[in-house]
C-alpha cells in the first residue's frame, strides 16, 4: 500500500523546498488529500505523474523564493499545517523554525504561571497569553511570542484568531538557533511597532533581559539569573523566582 506523504517528507524526496509543494498545492498543479484544515498529504506516483505532465518536474523554480519580502498575512493563512514546525512573517519574509524543545517549554510555562499570578493583581482585565497564537503587527510582520501581555485598556486588538496590533508585554525565549533573529530582527520589529516591554530569556545561560521602551529605543533595566533579585521600574511588586524559571530537571542530580 502506498504511503501518504506530507508536504515536508514530498519535498524533500523531489528535492525542492516545502514553500515549492505549498505553492504547487495552492496552484492545483498536483494531486492532493485533505485530511482537514491545513492537513494535507500526497501520492508520490500522482505528484510525479502531475508534475511531469505540466513540464514541471522535481526541480526547484527560480520563483520559489521570489515572494520573500513581500509575504503578507493573507499568504500565511493560506500556509498549510506542518508538523514539527512553526511560521512567522517577519518584514515580509517567511520564517520556518523547529517547535520547541522540552526546555524551552519548561520555562515557558514556569514563566507564564509567575506572570498571570501577577498580573491577575496588577492588571486584572489584562490578559497573558502563550505561543501558538498569531500577532499581526502589520500586513508584513507576523509574529507567535512565546509569551506576550495585554492591559485592559488595550483589549480591542484581542481578535477571535488572532491579536492585532501591539501587545504591552512580548517575552522571547531563545535557543541556539534563534538568538541572532529575537536579538536582532525581531528586536527591531517590535521597537517599530512600539511595544513598551520586550524581555529575552536564555534557558543555556540563564539570563533574563528586560528591555523598556524609551522614545523610540530600548532601554536595558533588568539583566540578571538565578542568583538575581528582579525588579523592574513599571512593574513594582513583581517578584520573579528566576530559580525556578531556569530550573532544568534534567540536570538535577536528584531529580
Known sequence: MEK????????????????????????????????????YRYKKEAVLAALAAGGALAKEEEATYGKQGAYTYEDYLQLPEEPGYRYEILDG??????????????????????????????????????????VTLSECNVVQPDLFFISGARREIIR???????????????????????????????R????PHYWLLDPEEKTLEAFLLQGENYL?????????????????????????????PDLDPAG
Open 220 to 248: 536595558l533595566v533588568f539583566a540578571g539569573g538565578p542568583e538575581d533579585e528582579f525588579t523592574h521600574p513599571a512593574f513594582p511588586g513583581l517578584n520573579l523566582d528566576l530559580e525556578k524559571v531556569f530550573y532544568n
Open 192 to 195: 517599530k511597532a512600539g511595544i
Open 93 to 134: 519574509f517567511l520564517v520556518k523554525e523547529p517547535s520547541p524543545s522540552v526546555r524551552h517549554q519548561r520555562v515557558s510555562r514556569e514563566l507564564l504561571y509567575q506572570l498571570k499570578k501577577f498580573f491577575d493583581q496588577f492588571d486584572p482585565e489584562g490578559e497573558i497569553f502563550n505561543a501558538p497564537l498569531d
Open 160 to 190: 477571535q484568531d488572532r491579536i492585532d496590533g501591539p501587545c504591552d508585554l512580548v517575552v522571547e525565549i531563545m535557543s541556539p538557533a534563534n538568538r541572532r533573529k529575537d536579538r536582532l530582527r525581531k528586536m527591531e520589529i517590535y
Open 4 to 39: 501518504y506523504l506530507t508536504a515536508y517528507e514530498l519535498a524533500d524526496l523531489l528535492n525542492i523546498s516545502v514553500e515549492t509543494i505549498w505553492r504547487y498545492t495552492r496552484q492545483k498543479k498536483i494531486p492532493v488529500i485533505k485530511l482537514g484544515e491545513k492537513k
